[in-house]
């Protein structure tokens, strides 16, 4: 789903995806994570080049259990202090 102009996520998105594993949403303007799930076999999460800003929003990712790759480059979120120990 790279470079489609996505600008947020609404609860039905990943309705029925259960399987999912790698999700790429790469150059889409997104600027929050919510309702990024359920999504509970995701295991690579690529959101370069969006405009997620807020260390809040990371958050969001915890319900994603099986997660073990995220990438947020060139997001305003990047740039901050502690950003990767939120990460993590």
């Known amino acids: 789903l790279d470079h489609n ?3 947020q996520m609404d609860e039905q998105s990943f309705y029925g995806l259960r399987s999912l594993r790698e999700l790429h949403l790469v150059d889409n303007g ?3 994570l919510d309702n ?8 690579s999460l690529f959101l370069g080049m969006n405009r997620v800003a807020a260390l809040e929003d990371l ?3 915890q319900d ?3 997660l ?3 990438s947020l480059v060139n997001n305003p979120v ?5 950003y990767r120990s ?3």
């Open 5 to 7: 102009k996505i600008r």
């Open 30 to 32: 997104i600027r929050t």
């Open 36 to 43: 990024v799930g359920p999504l509970p076999r995701l295991r």
């Open 59 to 61: 958050e969001k990712l």
């Open 64 to 66: 994603l259990r099986s």
């Open 68 to 70: 073990v790759q995220v």
């Open 78 to 82: 990047a740039r901050k202090p502690l």
């Open 86 to 88: 939120q990460v993590v």
